[in-house]
């Protein structure tokens, strides 16, 4: 989740002089952490796009490698552990949305996703389904 953190609040850690991507993503799309800063960064580039696909994935790969501990927790500790994976990979989904551009604005979900989303846990049989990307409900 943290991940996600990173990738949705580029542009607000940067107006607040902070950047949390890593000095060798950057440099291997050739951005520097000052470019990120000043949010001086064509956010539309090949090489930005490249760079956040990498980092979606990635974070997709760790909720669904994290998805058994999760059916590990006590049943009433299970749903809650659940809503947070389903929330987090969806604001995946809105990075993806919003094209990568997440330096101008902070991507996000909508109430009312939320709402379907949360209420989707009681209505599939298999969860992971959610954290993967997959339809809510058929």
């Not at 607000?12 to 291997?28: I, K």
């Not at 790969?61 to 059916?71: Q, T």
């Amino acid at each position: 989740m943290q991940l996600t953190n990173i990738l949705r609040d580029i542009g607000e850690d940067a107006s607040n002089g902070r950047c949390y991507l890593p000095d060798d993503a950057l440099l291997a799309t050739g951005i520097t952490r000052e470019q990120v800063l000043a949010r001086d960064v064509d956010v539309h580039s090949a090489a930005w796009r490249a760079m956040m696909r990498e980092y979606v994935a990635q974070a997709r790969l760790l909720y669904r490698e994290a998805l058994p501990g999760i059916d590990m927790l006590a049943p009433d500790s299970r749903r809650c552990a659940q809503a947070c994976a389903i929330g987090y990979a969806a604001i995946l989904e809105a990075i993806e949305e919003a094209g990568y551009d997440t330096l101008s604005m902070r991507a996000h979900i909508s109430f009312r996703r939320k709402t379907r989303l949360m209420l989707s846990l009681y209505r599939v049989a298999d969860p992971a389904l959610l954290v993967a990307g997959q339809p809510a409900v058929a």
